[in-house]
């Protein structure tokens, strides 16, 4: 293995010791473990005397020096390293270049495992995502006046959605993380397949669906896009149906939608929303939260805690928002109006989340029958924007949502 970039950092230290400052890659980037050893060694000269110098390093670290470091041969390797370097003006590429190395490697050592059985095939997966997700930073965080300004005068990206008052009110963001959260049965699944139906021409969206049957779900979508009854879809009568139909799927089929119906793992998740939003902003609607599968030896509130946390570094560090779909505790089983308190299994719902939009049905109890029911919206905290009540009709048989005019 070539150990060329490792040496041009340590001769990049030795030449410009203020370097030291910027160092961002672990000590673990350095393969060769000689090369490790003088790193931190380097670095632990600089941090208890302002400086580096090699001359001084048999004087104030003889014991660190071995028989598998002796000082003569690690004095000579620092010297031709400080030699052989090009420039110290490359030192944050050489980081990043070596640090690239180093996930190579990493991932290289997890399939190799997996080829000798040591590893499943799920912790495989795990390992490429955790190895993937990570980074350095080498980037000066310190901004000038211009530069601030610039950044607080930049508007943020909206995203726009049929319902006007929703979008007024709750005025999400590219990069937020949305929970959508009702009773069992009020509609959140029906309404999340508005939104994506909606946003679908303009956005790449994925829909990892674990509730409900995927011809079910093609059912609604076609429905709410053609705004004609489920019921039709099974029983086709008439040629002018088949074919008022058939358009309705060639529109869905046109759209930018993608739908994973299995069960999935958070890291499943990162690794679908890392390769589906490498080229435009992803819309990912995931339902729901409950569903996806935990990790071992946790209980119910710490999984959906970390998955929470996890969902939402995800909507920052790619490029993506996310729609979560979540339920509400069984003390939400009534005619009251829901509250933040009672999103299901982990206060972190309400944390990490931008926006919670909450649905509900004012009179449950004469509605269960109806076709045709007024549900009403609560933008129960929104960082983006203002809280808010918002009324909708929902049209059970083609899974419609809109809006109501106040009267």
Same mark, same amino acid.
């Given at each position: /293995?070539?150990?060329?970039?490792?040496? %041009?950092?340590?001769?990049?230290?030795?030449?410009?010791?203020?370097?030291?400052?910027?160092?961002?890659?672990?000590?673990?980037?350095?393969?060769?473990?000689?090369?490790?050893? /003088?790193?931190?060694?380097?670095?632990? *000269?600089?941090?208890?005397?302002?400086?580096?110098?090699?001359?001084?390093?048999?004087?104030?670290?003889?014991?660190?020096?071995?028989?598998?470091?002796?000082?003569?041969?690690?004095?000579?390797?620092?010297?031709?390293?400080?030699?052989?370097?090009?420039?110290?003006?490359?030192?944050?590429?050489?980081?990043?270049?070596?640090?690239?190395?180093?996930?190579?490697?990493?991932?290289?050592?997890?399939?190799?495992?997996?080829?000798?059985?040591?590893?499943?095939?799920?912790?495989?997966?795990?390992?490429?995502?955790?190895?993937?997700?990570?980074?350095?930073?080498?980037?000066?965080?310190?901004?000038?006046?211009?530069?601030?300004?610039?950044?607080?005068?930049? *508007?943020?990206?909206? !995203?726009?959605?049929?319902?006007?008052?929703?979008?007024?009110?709750?005025?999400?963001?590219?990069?937020?993380?949305?929970?959508?959260?009702?009773?069992?049965?009020?509609?959140?699944?029906?309404?999340?397949?508005?939104?994506?139906?909606?946003?679908?021409?303009?956005?790449?969206?994925?829909?990892?669906?674990?509730?409900?049957?995927?011809?079910?779900?093609?059912?609604?979508?076609?429905?709410?896009?053609?705004?004609?009854?489920?019921?039709?879809?099974?029983?086709?009568?008439?040629?002018?149906?088949?074919?008022?139909?058939?358009?309705?799927?060639?529109?869905?089929?046109?759209?930018? !939608?993608?739908?994973?119906?299995?069960?999935?793992?958070?890291?499943?998740?990162?690794?679908?929303? !890392?390769?589906?939003?490498?080229?435009?902003?992803?819309?990912?609607?995931?339902?729901?939260?409950?569903?996806?599968?935990?990790?071992?030896?946790?209980?119910?509130?710490?999984?959906?805690?970390?998955?929470?946390?996890?969902?939402?570094?995800?909507?920052?560090?790619?490029?993506?928002?996310?729609?979560?779909?979540? *339920?509400?505790?069984?003390?939400?089983?009534?005619?009251?109006?829901?509250?933040?308190?009672?999103?299901?299994?982990?206060?972190?719902?309400?944390?990490?989340?931008?926006?919670?939009?909450?649905?509900?049905?004012?009179? %449950?109890?004469?509605?269960?029958?109806?076709?045709?029911?007024?549900?009403?919206?609560?933008?129960?905290?929104?960082?983006?924007?203002?809280?808010?009540?918002?009324?909708?009709?929902?049209?059970?048989?083609? *899974?419609?949502?809109?809006? !109501?005019?106040?009267?």
């Amino acid at each position: /293995m070539n150990f060329e970039l490792e040496e %041009y950092v340590i001769g990049a230290l030795v030449l410009k010791p203020e370097l030291v400052k910027s160092v961002v890659i672990p000590d673990n980037c350095f393969l060769d473990k000689t090369n490790r050893f /003088m790193f931190k060694l380097l670095k632990k *000269q600089f941090e208890e005397y302002g400086t580096i110098d090699i001359k001084g390093l048999p004087v104030n670290y003889k014991k660190y020096f071995t028989e598998e470091y002796p000082i003569n041969d690690i004095l000579t390797k620092l010297t031709l390293a400080m030699e052989s370097i090009p420039t110290t003006s490359n030192f944050d590429y050489y980081q990043k270049s070596l640090f690239s190395r180093y996930v190579e490697h990493q991932i290289l050592n997890a399939i190799k495992e997996f080829n000798e059985t040591k590893i499943t095939k799920e912790e495989l997966f795990d390992l490429i995502h955790k190895y993937e997700s990570l980074g350095i930073d080498t980037q000066d965080h310190h901004y000038s006046s211009k530069e601030i300004f610039s950044l607080i005068n930049s *508007q943020n990206k909206g !995203i726009k959605f049929r319902f006007n008052k929703l979008s007024d009110v709750a005025n999400i963001q590219e990069h937020d993380l949305v929970i959508i959260a009702a009773r069992t049965g009020i509609g959140k699944s029906g309404f999340c397949l508005n939104l994506l139906e909606d946003i679908s021409d303009r956005y790449n969206c994925i829909y990892f669906n674990m509730e409900i049957a995927e011809k079910q779900l093609y059912q609604r979508l076609v429905s709410i896009n053609s705004k004609i009854p489920m019921s039709y879809m099974d029983n086709i009568e008439t040629k002018h149906q088949k074919e008022y139909i058939l358009e309705s799927c060639n529109k869905i089929a046109e759209k930018k !939608i993608k739908v994973f119906n299995q069960a999935q793992t958070v890291s499943n998740i990162r690794r679908i929303i !890392i390769n589906e939003s490498k080229l435009e902003h992803t819309v990912v609607f995931i339902d729901h939260v409950g569903l996806i599968i935990p990790q071992k030896n946790t209980s119910i509130y710490e999984n959906i805690t970390a998955i929470t946390k996890e969902l939402r570094q995800i909507s920052l560090n790619y490029n993506c928002t996310i729609i979560l779909v979540s *339920q509400l505790n069984r003390s939400a089983d009534d005619d009251s109006v829901p509250k933040l308190s009672e999103l299901k299994d982990s206060g972190e719902l309400e944390q990490s989340a931008t926006t919670v939009i909450m649905l509900h049905d004012e009179n %449950y109890g004469n509605n269960i029958s109806k076709s045709k029911i007024e549900l009403s919206f609560f933008v129960a905290k929104n960082r983006n924007g203002s809280l808010g009540k918002t009324k909708y009709l929902y049209n059970k048989e083609n *899974q419609r949502f809109d809006e !109501i005019e106040k009267r």
